[in-house]
């Protein structure tokens, strides 16, 4: 398997999780990410605006495994 298709697969599982419990998490505003619940802060933009509804998180969650990863995480920088 190469690494796009790892990237994309975890995706896709992360997905799976974030929807069979969306109530544990959020969307933000500012910049589309899911975050957990008790997140105040966006870790990606700072941000601290969010939408905890359960059909915008499902939409995301499923949205975002669709599409290749755009944002720069931490581990990238490593």
Do not use: W
């Amino acid at each position: 398997m190469n690494e796009s298709s790892e990237h994309s697969s975890d995706r896709v599982r992360q997905a799976e999780k974030i929807t069979m419990s969306p109530q544990e998490y959020k969307v933000c505003e500012g910049c589309g990410s899911i975050v957990t619940e008790r997140t105040v802060a966006c870790p990606s933009c700072h941000a601290y605006l969010f939408d905890d509804s359960v059909d915008r998180v499902v939409a995301q969650a499923q949205l975002l495994a669709k599409r290749d990863q755009n944002a720069v995480l931490s581990s990238d920088l490593t």
